[in-house]
């Protein structure tokens, strides 16, 4: 099948995937952009398991602060370079997951387990396990995986502190 630059374009603008590789996508897709979006996202999503072992040591330190200055976040989220931490998406994950810090004021990063017993709350689940406050659907783990697919980079929320007056 024959794609059209306007076509690999249009795929381009929405993925922001490379020229080549959103080509490629439409051809597998027949043409069709929400599958070949689906097939980019499959592909970015299985390379950023390769890279979770890289060493990431850039990024930046998000800070946000809300309730009229009642509470405040800083939470530093890693990249491999300076180059992908200075991007919109890296800083648009960066301010989500401060945000979402505040709202949640979650106990840890990773994936604990919860007691025995117990159901976990939203609130008491650790931030990765978390439903995004602006997309129930996803979790901050798939915001932090779909980044680490854009960026083609190892992206790690690495710890955050969180204060809240009278607490």
């Known amino acids: 099948m024959e794609i059209s630059a306007d ?3 249009e795929l381009r603008e929405k993925s922001g ?11 597998e897709a027949d043409g069709n952009i929400d599958r070949a979006i689906a097939i980019l996202r499959e592909q970015g999503l299985a390379q950023a398991a390769k890279r ?7 990024g930046c330190v998000e800070t946000y602060v809300h309730a009229g200055g009642k509470i405040g976040v800083m939470v530093e989220i890693n990249c491999e ?4 931490a200075r991007t919109p998406d890296f800083k648009t994950l960066a301010h ?4 979402q810090i505040a709202a949640t004021n979650p106990s840890t990063v990773g994936e604990a387990e919860p007691a025995e017993g117990s159901a976990p709350t939203d609130d008491e689940l650790p931030l990765m396990q978390q439903p995004f406050i602006k997309d129930p659907k996803k979790t901050i783990a798939d915001l932090v995986r779909e980044t680490a697919a854009k960026t083609g980079e190892n992206v790690v929320i690495r710890r955050f502190t969180r204060y809240e007056l009278g607490s």
């Open 7 to 9: 076509r690999v374009k």
């Open 17 to 27: 995937a490379g020229v080549m590789d959103c080509k490629r996508a439409l051809v």
């Open 52 to 58: 979770a072992g890289r060493q990431a040591m850039e």
């Open 81 to 84: 370079t300076d180059f992908v």
């Open 96 to 99: 989500d997951v401060a945000m």
